[in-house]
């Protein structure tokens, strides 16, 4: 059962095509996987065309066509529409950690044919994907059941969705298909069940930074690439 989900003022956002690519992939994943926020989608794109209808005629410009092909090329595959948790079911790159993929999530998989999975710790993975974006750095994480990531500070915006297994914080536990939001300032410690390896898939804006004394050393190091 999803027990979190994008606030209202962030599904508007989507729905609106006003949210950043990076974050748009996060709630669209999340919309395909969880039925409450597609009916709302759905209600908010309604709502949105009754105002559109509304409206008085403006005079485009001229390479208005031109723009909005760009703008459509370039936004997350809206299959909320369609709903499916996931139709995929099929092993990628024999990699059985990606299965059971909402859609979007799978196209993005197929524009990123050169990914692979590096160790950031013991037992912490990351496969970072490219986007189409410069601002937010979007990745799955893989973090080793029952293990924990050291305590760290969110110097941006992170949006991520829990895929498979789950984790827990001093908020809460996050299972598979909960959205979660960490504000800059938000210090936490996330651990794993022990039941499986959690894995999520995130996007953000700037690179952790651990606390304590390990982060004087460390916070160098960690990097952070935006695509
Ligand atoms: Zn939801």
Redesign the pocket.
């Known amino acids: 059962m999803?027990r979190?989900?994008?606030d209202e003022n962030l599904?508007l956002e989507y729905a609106s095509g006003s949210l950043a690519r990076g974050p748009s992939l996060v709630v669209a994943a999340?919309?395909q996987?969880?039925?409450?926020?597609?009916s709302?989608f759905h209600t908010l794109n309604n709502l949105g065309g009754s105002l559109l209808n509304g409206s008085p005629a403006q005079p485009l410009q001229a390479n208005a066509f031109e723009r909005l092909m760009q703008r459509i090329n370039q936004t997350p595959d809206k299959v909320a529409e369609k709903g499916e948790d996931t139709p995929i079911g099929e092993q990628i790159d024999q990699d059985p950690v990606l299965e059971h993929l909402p859609r979007v999530l799978y196209q993005l998989l197929n524009r990123n044919p050169n990914r692979h999975w590096k160790s950031l710790t013991r037992n912490l993975q990351i496969c970072r994907l490219k986007s189409g974006q410069n601002d937010y750095e979007v990745a799955f994480h893989r973090l080793r059941s029952g293990s924990g990531l050291p305590k760290h500070d969110h110097r941006g915006q992170e949006f991520a969705l829990v895929l498979n297994g789950s984790f827990s914080d001093h908020r809460g536990i996050y299972g598979r298909?909960d959205?979660v939001l960490c504000e800059p300032g938000q210090v936490h410690k996330p651990i794993a069940t022990q039941d499986m390896d959690c894995l999520c898939f995130s996007a953000v804006a700037a690179p952790v930074a651990l606390t304590g004394i390990s982060g004087l050393f460390l916070n160098p190091l960690i990097s952070f690439c935006p695509g």
């Open positions: 999803i979190h989900h994008p599904l999340h919309v996987m969880c039925a409450d926020c597609r709302h298909g959205f």
